[in-house]
Structures are given as C-alpha cells and as structure tokens.
C-alpha cells in the first residue's frame, strides 16, 4: 500500500511541480504607450501607438497556476528564501500549524487544470510611417506547457483510499510542453473611416524549437494494484512524445541548447476605433488570432505509444533500478509487446503552437482614464498542441505619455478571479496579475510577475485640435477621415 501511495504522489507531484512560469501581461500589453508589446496580444495594435517608434530593450514575466494543489501561509519572496522549509501535509495525521504546508485539494468534482509559461521578448523595434503602415522585427524566447482539463477523480487522497484488488478508474488527460524561441517581422495597415479608423495587422515568425514533451491518455483506463509492487492497466491507449538532447545529462553538465525542430506561425488582428478631439481614441475594439502554427522536431525526438484491449501487469521491483528514459521505455515496450522497440510509432515529433482567440475592448472614460477589456480562449484540437490559458480580464487604468496605473481584474479559466496591478515610469513597467501571490496568502497556488524596460521618442510634440502631425519624433498617426459636406 505504501508503494501505492508513493507511485500515485510522485506522478500528481511532478505535473504540479513542473508549473513554474506567464499570462498575458495585461498591465504591459493594453495600454495606449505598450507600443510594439501590444502586436503580442494583437498585430493591429501598433496602428494605435501615437509615438513614431518604440524601441523593447527587454521584457519577461514568468506565470504559474494550478487547481491541483497549494502551499499554506506563504508568499512569493517567502517561499524563494525558505523553499527549503516546506512540509508535506499528506504524510501528516493532521494539518499542521507550520507555515509553510504543501498539501492537494480533496474535492473530486471539479475538473482541474495546471499552467505554466515563461516569455522573454528580447529586442524588438516599430515604427510608424506617414502613410498609415506600422512595421516592426522583434524576437521571443517561450516556454509553455500544462493541462488544461485535468479530471477531479484524479485527485491524490481519492486514490489512497484505495485498498488492494480494488479496480481503480483512471481518466483521460493529456499533458504538454514545449520550449521555442521565435524571430518575426510585423506589419499593419491603416485604413480611415467616416468616425476613426480600422487597421489589420500581422506577425509572421520563424520557429526554433529546442525542447518539447507531450503525454495522452486516451481513454479511460482502469488499474488495480495487486500486490506491493505490482500494478494490473485494463483498456490502455497511452501515447507519447518528447525530445532527447537534454534526457540524460549529468548535474554538473552544460544544458545543450540545440535546435531540433523548425516551423513557422502567424498572429492577426484586426482593430476598429472611435476617435474625439483629443489625441486619444474614444473606444478600440479589436480581435485576433494568435499562434497559429506548428513546429516539427526532427532531430533528438521520438513518439511511442502503448495500447492495447489486454490487462498488463507492470512489476515496479523492475522498474527501480533503472536510472535513464530508455530503460523505462524499453522495459514498458517488453511489458507490453514482448520486445525492445515496437513500442515506437515515429522519429519526428510535431508539436502545435498555443492558438487562441482573443478579444480586446478599450474605452475612454474621461481625459487619462481608460477601462479596458481583454477575452481569451485557446483553439486545441489534438493533445500534442501546447495550451494556451483562457481569460478575462477587465482593467482601469490611469493612462500618460510619462505614466500609467492599472489595476486589471483577471478570471483564469472561467473559475478563478485575481486582482493584479500595474505601473509604469516613463520606460520602465512592472506588474503582475496576481497580486495576492506577491503579498501573501493562506494557499498559494499560482503567481505572476512581468516587467519591461523600453525606449521611445523623448520629445513630445504639440498637437492641434482633431489630431496631431506624425514627424519630429512625436505624435500621432495623421487622422484619415471622409468629408462632411
């Protein structure tokens, strides 16, 4: 029973464990100054940057969240200096009063998720032309990965229940991860209109990948622990993927940082805007399409899988000796086939970008003061595709060409509400999305942290009423309106 209970926590742990990282940077992205920061969230964006150029010297943020499981009484500062500290509150009797406790979630109704992402922008340039064109370079360094549907009958004290002989059910799931970086041009185009303005817009990206994993279950499968060390799987249809060049390297080794996988993605977006007699918009309304694409790994990657209508009994005595992947793969080729091998289904990995369609509104309330709103929802049609969050988000905001506050409430996956908070000076951005996480909280369970440093004309230049001139490196894009005769 014990080895039960240690095998089913070592699998829980390391898909919660592994959630260390980012959102949508709402703070950073949705304001009138973001300038080439907004074409991430929507390629139409740039049209509204009323500055001639926008330099991104940097920017990152890093993001995690899950339903899964929690750390009590902590913060994020607290647990970076006294991670060492934690205590496991599943191999207690009873929660103790120590600080910091990690412990699962008991409610087995809900469906769960876990999410993590990492992005670092690195240099990235836009300029705006007389003509109503934006045209920008950036590059992206990304990591992304989780599962976004988890069921809630997969929950660590509903499985330790569980006696031996007893038929456990195992649900469906699936788990991704992939780590890439993306080089990209941008473009958008201005048209006038009778009340403002429309513009489309576009990011085209070379993708580089260097590492990617992905897991499915595909279809509910029931285990039964017969002994200490042995495990019955009735009904198994598992497949998965992952890349090699890391797997095996020793604690001392240098991270190789070879590029197995090539692709290409695109971002649209389109935007509708409403303009008064001052030199901001009324109301912005837009949608795009982000992350459309795929990146093929054909270097250091394989796909197996593992299925068939027969039980397979697993000996976990077997398994413990083994110290590298391979031997866990072939031995599970052997358990199953008979042979070393026939487990492997292809040599190229195809992983799909996060695709998600996003919504954005912007509408001013009085001079400098903005609310905005922001939808986002993932398009996924097969496991191997990395997950994108679903969000809402709406966000007041205190807007100048020198500074900026916003306080943006979040909804993650239509379920669980966040306050964040965002400030800027002059270049300088810092916010997160989660801002419980960085004061503290009774059960830490995600955390957002974002920050920018960017450059951008310094002179402002005088406007005139119902616009103002786009040259000497200020302004606004001229104004494109129709007679009124």
């Known amino acids: 029973m014990r080895t039960k209970i240690n095998f089913i926590a070592l699998v829980v742990c390391c898909l919660i464990t592994a959630s260390v990282a980012a959102q949508y940077q709402s703070g950073l992205r949705l304001e009138n100054y973001s300038g080439v920061s907004s074409i991430f969230i929507n390629p139409a964006s740039s049209n509204s940057f009323p500055l001639r150029w926008d330099l991104n010297l940097a920017s990152a943020d890093i993001y995690a969240d899950n339903s899964i499981a929690y750390i009590s009484n902590t913060s994020l500062g607290d647990l970076i200096k006294n991670g060492d500290q934690i205590k496991a509150g599943w191999e207690m009797e009873g929660q103790s009063n120590g600080t910091m406790v990690a412990d699962f979630y008991r409610d087995t109704t809900r469906n769960n998720y876990m999410q993590f992402n990492t992005t670092i922008n690195g240099p990235a340039f836009l300029f705006n032309t007389n003509g109503g064109q934006s045209l920008g370079v950036f590059y992206n360094f990304r990591t992304m990965g989780g599962s976004p549907n988890l069921p809630g009958s997969l929950n660590y004290y509903n499985y330790i229940s569980k006696s031996i002989n007893e038929w456990i059910d195992f649900p469906s799931l699936d788990f991704s991860f992939m780590a890439w970086d993306e080089i990209g041009v941008h473009f958008s185009q201005r048209i006038g209109t009778a009340v403002g303005y429309a513009s489309f817009g576009v990011n085209l990206k070379m993708l580089r990948g260097y590492e990617a994993a992905f897991l499915s279950l595909n279809n509910d499968t029931e285990l039964q622990f017969i002994s200490s060390n042995q495990v019955v799987l009735s009904g198994l249809d598992f497949e998965y993927g992952y890349t090699t060049s890391n797997l095996d390297i020793a604690e001392n080794q240098t991270y190789n940082r070879n590029i197995a996988g090539k692709g290409f993605g695109i971002d649209l977006g389109f935007n509708y805007v409403v303009e008064d007699d001052s030199d901001t918009y009324k109301f912005r309304l837009g949608a ?58 292809d040599k190229d990995l195809s992983m799909v970008l996060p695709t998600a369609f996003s919504v954005q509104a912007d509408y001013k309330v009085i001079e400098n003061v903005f609310v905005s709103g922001l939808f986002v929802n993932r398009i996924s049609f097969n496991a191997n595709s990395v997950k994108a969050t679903n969000l809402i988000s709406i966000a007041p905001r205190f807007e100048h060409r020198w500074g900026m506050v916003s306080f943006p409430i979040n909804i993650t996956e239509y379920r669980r509400v966040k306050m964040g908070a965002a400030i800027r000076l002059a270049y300088f951005v810092i916010g997160t999305d989660d801002l419980t996480s960085i004061m ?36 606004r894009k001229g104004k494109v309106k129709c007679y009124k005769f």
Do not use: M
């Not at 397979?312 to 110290?323: A, I």
């Not at 920050?451 to 490196?473: C, D, L, T, Y």
């Open 440 to 475: 503290g909280t009774n059960e830490f369970r995600s955390t957002n942290v974002y920050f920018g440093i960017k450059a951008n004309p310094f002179k402002v230049g005088s406007s005139s009423k119902g616009g103002s001139k786009r040259g000497g490196g200020s302004g």
């Open 288 to 345: 795009s399409l982000n992350d459309i694409g795929a990146i093929k790994f054909r270097e250091n990657s394989e796909v197996h899988g593992l299925s068939g209508d027969q039980s397979v009994t697993f000996d976990e005595s077997t398994y413990q000796s083994f110290t590298t992947i391979d031997e866990v793969k072939e031995q599970a080729s052997i358990d199953l086939y008979g042979s070393i091998g026939l487990s492997q289904l």
